[in-house]
């Protein structure tokens, strides 16, 4: 099993590789790739992924509407993700999983 630190880097690592990807297949194949690995992540530790600006995301949002229904995402991934123009709401969420 793998330690909380090595989890983190790992997902660093995938971070770097997105934003490093030359094309759009590969940062799509990179996000899921991501995803999957957060979604294993936050089944144990319940930590929440706060898009603030849904303007900002709306391709990207619409990209995992479309995995999901084409069954390349788990549809619990989609539960993740929390999509809000409120820093208030963004930092109330935060709050109450961190401060656990």
């Not at 880097?9 to 490093?20: G, P, S, V």
């Not at 949002?61 to 539960?79: C, H, M, N, Q, R």
Request: with cysteine.
């Amino acid at each position: 099993m793998l330690t909380e630190q090595e989890v983190i880097c790992a997902l660093r690592k995938l971070l770097n590789q997105i934003y490093d990807a030359s094309d759009v297949e590969q940062v799509h194949r990179l996000i899921d790739e991501f995803l999957e690995k957060y979604e294993i992540w936050t089944r144990l530790k319940q930590s929440p992924i706060i898009l603030l600006g849904r303007h900002y995301w709306r391709h990207y949002l619409a990209w995992v509407e479309d995995a999901a229904a084409a069954g390349l995402i788990s549809p619990w991934g989609k539960t993740l993700l929390t999509v809000t123009d409120d820093n208030a709401y963004a930092l109330e969420i935060l709050k109450k999983h961190c401060l656990k």
